[in-house]
């Protein structure tokens, strides 16, 4: 029978019930009764309970052992033989021989004859072990409370706390108990069941989650945002970038990246099957690109070859964003030139073997500037400004090659923690063979530079592989410690003069 049933009979006879005696008469684990104690409570009114204090006592180290081995005098005692044992052999021979002599002579069990201890009577009666005994099994009230104090002193016994629980018959009083569902299901509503059953209530002082883990952005997408609002304190516009399927033409054709570039191989791009190609291109820029790259224009000879509008009509993923700023330049000049300054941030595409610092798709950031007589001096100033915001004033340019910018410029920042130069972007002015068949004047100049956000992120959350920064591996612990605002990181880099 379960025990919270014997519980319900037992009140039923009895009417109160002490957890601490209802265990040891049953011999059931205290704890086990009072959890049947509890459970019954959460039924309703079924019982009352009472929480009291009860003492109890409890056998030390050595009362267990004199309880299953008997006492100290007692072990002397049995162990004399007939002609009796010396003082000297007792003491060296016999554990706690002081106190088992004293106590056996006290009880004239024995006594001492010359050198020796003998016995004195032929049986005796071991009544600590008795004693004992009984207080190990619970009932110490069956010994008298001088003998208690006497063990007490003795550290044979010790008394402690317990929590007990006095048990009386409820309002609801019952023996048959039903379990109360904690579900209302579609079954008993269809069954008309539920008007049968006792549900459990809901328990309205349960503790729920204290700390709600709501809200947090991941590490690239907070420096993003920073970076947004960098280029946007400098007065940059942000530029379209949803469309992450491009046509070769604005991702290379338009950039003045000749069709045989190694670029353009299926092995750095990813080239889209369905659809396969764009629908339509503006014809006269189409025709003007053509041109220029085939037989030049605008001072320039071009690349001499056959240009194909098939391989410009492939449809690819994306790059680089600066695909995005070929469109955004291209409508700049349709709409009438004014000076302007685009911005965008957003992901790009290459074929490349995933490795620690790299992976197929990364976010890229890349900044335009147009307006008039733009020199590299401007887009030195340009750059300088944007990555002194976001704490790099130690920058490096190097002469590096673009198709679509004369001159170019790689950008080193020197990095603190690794204590070298590392490549942060890439950087330009754009090619007059670029910008010319878009229309643009001829004294407008354009400077662009694009940078990865996961280069950064790395450098500033201390990761060494991407992979733990982007993609399944990425644990919710970044996600979750890493402070909202960052860019501070790198701020405290110390200021080296640029060295150009
Ligand atoms: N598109 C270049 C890249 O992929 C970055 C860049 C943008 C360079 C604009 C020059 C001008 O790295």
Not at 242 to 255: G, I, K, M, Q, R
Not at 330 to 347: C, E, M, N, V, W
Request: net charge positive; proline share 4%.
């Amino acid at each position: 029978m379960e025990v919270q049933q014997q519980i319900l009979y037992f009140l039923d006879k009895c009417d109160t019930l002490y957890s601490h005696q209802y265990a040891t008469s049953t011999k059931l684990d205290h704890q086990k009764i009072v959890g049947a104690i509890k459970s019954l409570e959460s039924l309703g009114n079924i019982i009352s309970v009472r929480q009291a204090t009860h003492k109890s006592w409890e056998c030390t180290e050595e009362g267990v052992d004199i309880a299953s081995n008997g006492s100290h005098e007692v072990r002397l005692f049995k162990s004399l033989p007939a002609e009796g044992r010396t003082v000297s052999d007792i003491k060296t021979n016999f554990p706690n021989s002081n106190f088992a002599m004293g106590a056996a002579m006290k009880n004239k069990w024995v006594k001492k004859d010359g050198e020796k201890i003998i016995p004195a009577v032929s049986a005796i009666e071991d009544e600590v072990q008795v004693h004992l005994k009984a207080i190990l099994s619970g009932a110490a009230d069956t010994v008298s409370d001088k003998i208690k104090t006497e063990y007490k002193k003795r550290k044979l016994i010790k008394q402690v706390d317990l929590t007990v629980f006095v048990v009386k018959k409820g309002t609801e009083f019952t023996t048959s108990i039903v379990k109360q569902d904690t579900e209302l299901t579609k079954e008993m509503i269809e069954s008309g069941q539920w008007k049968d059953k006792t549900f459990k209530p809901f328990n309205f002082k349960a503790k729920g989650r204290v700390e709600l883990r709501v809200g947090h952005l991941h590490p690239l997408l907070q420096l993003r945002s920073e970076f947004r609002k960098i280029f946007l304190e400098m007065g940059f516009t942000e530029m379209p970038t949803n469309n992450y399927v491009e046509s070769a033409f604005w991702n290379f054709d338009a950039l003045f990246q000749p069709q045989q570039h190694p670029a353009r191989d299926a092995q750095d791009t990813f080239y889209v099957a369905d659809p396969a190609t764009t629908i339509e291109v503006p014809e006269d820029y189409l025709q003007r690109v053509k041109k220029t790259h085939s037989t030049g224009g605008y001072g320039s000879i071009g690349y001499q070859y056959d240009w194909k509008r098939d391989e410009a009509y492939k449809n690819l993923l994306r790059t680089h964003t600066t695909a995005v700023s070929a469109r955004m330049l291209y409508k700049l000049a349709q709409d009438g030139f004014k000076p302007a300054k685009y911005f965008s941030i957003d992901r790009v595409f290459r074929n490349e073997t995933l490795d620690a610092t790299h992976l197929a798709e990364f976010q890229q950031v890349e900044g335009v500037v147009a307006d008039y007589n733009f020199s590299v001096k401007n887009l030195m100033g340009v750059i300088g400004e944007f990555y002194r915001k976001i704490g790099l004033s130690n920058l490096r340019f190097k002469p590096a090659f673009n198709p679509y910018t004369e001159p170019s410029m790689e950008v080193f920042g020197f990095h603190e923690g690794l204590k070298k130069w590392v490549e942060i972007g890439n950087s330009g002015l754009f090619r007059p063979e670029m910008l010319r068949p878009m229309g643009l004047p001829e004294n407008v100049f354009v400077c662009g530079f694009g940078l990865s956000l996961e280069r950064p992120a790395m450098i500033m959350f201390g990761i060494n592989n991407i992979r733990e920064l982007v993609g399944p591996r990425v644990k919710m612990e970044l996600i979750y410690d890493n402070p909202v605002c960052t860019i501070n990181k790198f701020k405290d880099q110390p200021k080296v003069g640029t060295n150009s």
